[in-house]
């Protein structure tokens, strides 16, 4: 067992995303997880994530505020405690079109 607070959680920079902050509280350095890692983003008003895929799969849940997630079949907003699913290699984006910030959980496999 490895307990993580949020003083010991550093951000990092998360490839394709702008005006957010991403930190990651699980995963092979945090705490040897080897199938999964999580994280929290932050969103500003404006901040995203450009279209693109990866060979991983990806559940986003809203912690607060809300974000609108577009693949190339469909676009939704997903609002405080509703979660979506990203398949591997499904490209989407992400767009925080609110005035106020969004948080979001964030789970990825290895």
């Known amino acids: 067992m490895k307990k993580i607070t949020l ?23 945090e705490t040897g997880a080897t199938k999964f890692w999580v994280g929290m983003s932050h969103f500003l008003p404006g901040g995203g994530a450009e279209f693109s895929g990866s060979p991983t799969e990806k559940f986003y849940f809203v912690l607060d505020g809300e974000i609108n997630v577009k693949t190339e079949k469909e676009e939704i907003t997903i609002k405080k405690n509703e979660g979506v699913f990203i398949p591997a290699d499904e490209k989407r984006s992400i767009i925080n079109n609110s005035k106020l910030p969004a948080t979001t959980l964030v789970v990825i496999n290895y």
């Open 7 to 29: 003083d010991i959680v550093k951000p990092y920079a998360a490839a394709g995303h702008f005006n957010m902050t991403a930190m990651r509280f699980s995963g092979k350095e």
